[in-house]
């Protein structure tokens, strides 16, 4: 009887020894659990890094841009679409509540959103995104301006812009002078990535000067050639391929072209040659095609803005499509 409580003694104290070691050891692995999940919460953390810059853009092309420039460093939204005419956008109350968010702030200028965008601005109440703030790239600084009005302009001139031609993007080398604006303004707002949006801006230059060079290989044969185009927003593209558009079918720009203006259009188009008649698809098409059926010109849609079609989704797909589309639509 005593050997059997001795030996009922010696087991709990080997169960009560085992529990404390257990729990003690339990412990220390749960200690070492915590340590390991805080690191990769932490390097969790550093992976992410700081929120990405919001960016704001009045276009599709230089939304197209800012995303090529700031890759994951940001997040980019387009206040338009690519079939949208930028003349003539309805200021929409979502567009202040973007722009208030923005950390950046990116339009085409040379007053061709001055309809529209100049609102967004005031009412947003983000002084950061101001004109001569730091969060603000008007993308057009650094462009040849082509156009600019010889005379003083008032509203029965039609819509012409005080500083010339706005429609300055699909001309390849101004998609570098943009990029190089974007850049810069990213910089100006996010310091600790500027060699990372240098590079961006390096490589984004280099695909588009090859697709600077395909474009005109495959022009070249059209060098000199004179076309018509329905508004004034081919005049830089044309001219970056050795052509020239030498009239439009709008008299004012923005205004229909009345029966006689149709009329002037087909006669001039059938005396001086013209083998092709541009026009956008924001455009009033039915009346270019009367024009170019009736003068024995070819048309052209050109989609010259980003997302303008299926396949113009980026900038430099807009490049290469108009590129080609144009020289197609050339051969005899």
């Not at 950046?104 to 959103?113: Q, R």
């Not at 008649?277 to 003068?295: F, G, H, K, M, T």
Request: contains cysteine.
């Amino acid at each position: 009887m005593k050997s059997t409580k001795q030996s009922l003694l010696k087991s709990l104290s080997i169960i009560r020894t085992f529990s404390i070691s257990t729990f003690l050891h339990i412990l220390q692995e749960f200690k070492k659990l915590l340590v390991y999940f805080s690191m990769i919460t932490f390097s969790g953390l550093l992976f992410a890094g700081l929120p990405k810059l919001y960016v704001v853009t009045t276009s599709e092309d230089l939304a197209s841009i800012a995303r090529q420039i700031g890759k994951d460093k940001v997040e980019v939204e387009s206040l338009t679409n690519g079939s949208m005419d930028l003349h003539f956008v309805p200021a929409q109350p979502n567009f202040i509540v973007k722009a208030n968010r923005a950390d950046v702030f990116i339009e085409v200028g040379l007053d061709l959103e001055v309809g529209w965008s100049p609102r967004v601005l005031q009412q947003a109440r983000n002084t950061n995104i101001l004109p001569g703030q730091n969060g603000y790239c008007v993308a057009f600084q650094g462009v040849d301006i082509l156009l600019p009005p010889q005379q003083e302009v008032n509203r029965s001139m039609g819509d012409l812009h005080v500083q010339g031609n706005p429609h300055y993007w699909p001309d390849p080398l101004n998609g570098i002078i943009i990029a190089k604006n974007i850049r810069d303004t990213l910089i100006r707002v996010d310091r600790a990535n500027d060699k990372y949006y240098q590079e961006n801006y390096q490589k984004f230059t280099r695909q588009i000067k090859n697709i600077l060079v395909a474009n005109l290989k495959l022009l070249a044969p059209h060098k000199g050639e004179k076309l018509i185009s329905y508004h004034q927003e081919f005049d830089y593209l044309v001219n970056r391929y050795k052509m020239s558009i030498t009239d439009n079918i709008e008299e004012k720009p923005g205004v229909l072209p009345s029966p006689a203006r149709i009329r002037y259009m087909i006669d001039y188009i059938r005396k001086n040659k013209i083998k092709v008649v541009l026009v956008s698809p924001w455009s009033n098409i039915a009346i270019a095609r009367q024009i170019a059926n009736e003068s024995g010109a070819k048309l052209l849609v050109l989609p010259i803005q980003t997302g303008a079609s299926d396949d113009t989704d980026s900038y430099l797909n807009m490049l290469k499509v108009t590129g080609k589309l144009l020289a197609e639509a050339l051969k005899k």
